[in-house]
């Protein structure tokens, strides 16, 4: 059975650093109530007010189906205000479906992301100032298992060990791990321009003036990827994501993207094109790179078709189309932040034309 317990503590005391006072929302479906009371109750031991909020997808499914026009474009107050005041935040992954909005109109999706911009827009603010802390984590469900190919308990054991649970001390072992991409960190900051040349990528984006970050399981949990915010209109060349590109429940396969001055001038897909290219319409910004990563946690060695996960994977890069950080100096805005990933395995990276990167690992 999966260790909730243990997943709680980490949670609590490392990734979020609960600390009296503090307001944390829990999101969570409720196939994760087990591990929600478990966190639930860590942030009461720690002085913090704890809130939970259930979903469930089917909710999500109606929603799109059935709201009429002024039910799509609106954004109830309480929400707002509840972005507003949370010092923390706790993301829970539990689907019981996977794939909940795959026969949604694209077209509706794009109106409620747009509309939804300003709950994207607060977000990014807050973490950014150090206002907001948070995290995304996951509760294996058989929807999840039977997503990444998994069977249940093969699923749970993947993700212990993706999240170091299976350490003798998981908050040491991320430590460890933390010192580690700290030291990648460091040396990409300062650079100016990085060109990534392979099978599946002929990029040169300019980095000069962003901050690199070290994810090491602070935000993402499991964590495994430095990340910055590439320079907007600086992205030039051609990228083809060997993984298929999954948003919010929409998946798209083959994707081929060309840049041009920072924004996607030419786009297509082997399959889900129309879904792809009404996305990247949802607003100016989701034509831009607002992240630029390298997957580090060697722990996770297969695609799950879960963005947590995947993103992480050991010899990959990503770049999300949409929405920057801003702790990386990265400005573009947009409702999306759509991670898209590709190996490089058989790639190069060169900083300031020094090669730095290859075959899947850093060599600094």
């Known amino acids: ?93 539990s689907s019981t479906h996977t794939k909940h909005l795959i026969g949604a109109d694209p077209e509706r999706v794009r109106r409620v992301m747009k509309a939804r911009e300003r709950f994207t827009e607060i977000f990014m603010e807050r973490q950014s100032s150090g206002e907001l802390r948070w995290v995304v984590a996951p509760y294996p469900t058989r929807a999840m298992a039977q997503e990444a190919g998994m069977g249940p308990v093969e699923f749970e054991l993947f993700v212990e060990r993706a999240c170091m649970l299976d350490e003798p001390d998981p908050i040491e072992a991320w430590r460890d791990r933390s010192r580690v991409q700290g030291a990648i960190a460091a040396r990409l900051d300062g650079t100016r321009v990085l060109e990534i040349k392979g099978e599946n990528v002929d990029l040169k984006v300019s980095v000069g003036g962003r901050i690199w970050i070290n994810d090491a399981g ?87 078709r879960m963005i947590l996960f995947d993103e992480k994977i050991g010899g990959t890069m990503h770049i999300a189309l949409g929405a920057s950080y801003p702790d990386t100096g990265g400005r573009n805005k947009s409702a999306i932040h759509w991670d898209m990933i590709t190996d490089m395995s058989k790639s190069k990276v060169y900083a300031d034309d020094k090669l730095i990167y290859e075959n899947g690992s850093f060599i600094i």
């Not at 030039?236 to 993207?257: D, N, Q």
């Not at 082997?270 to 060697?298: H, P, Q, Y």
């Open 1 to 93: 059975m999966f260790n909730s317990a243990r997943m709680a503590e980490l949670l609590a005391s490392y990734s979020l650093n609960l600390r009296r006072g503090d307001l944390l929302a829990i999101y969570a479906n409720q196939e994760a109530f087990q591990l929600v009371r478990e966190l639930y109750e860590k942030a009461l031991h720690k002085g913090a007010y704890p809130y939970a909020m259930f979903w469930d997808e089917v909710l999500d499914e109606l929603f799109m189906e059935l709201a009429d026009e002024s039910t799509l474009r609106r954004v109830p107050q309480f929400l707002i205000t509840l972005q507003e005041e949370m010092t923390a935040r706790a993301s829970i992954l």
């Open 218 to 304: 602070e935000k993402n949990m499991p964590g495994g990827e430095v990340f910055t915010g590439p320079v907007e209109e600086s992205v030039e060349g051609w990228i083809k994501f060997t993984y298929p590109a999954v948003w919010r429940g929409i998946e798209v396969e083959g994707v081929e993207l060309k840049f041009e001055k920072g924004a996607v001038a030419e786009a297509r897909a082997e399959e889900g094109e129309e879904k792809l290219l009404k996305i990247l319409e949802t607003d100016l910004g989701a034509k831009r790179v607002g992240e630029l990563a390298f997957g580090l946690n060697d722990k996770i060695n297969r695609f799950t």
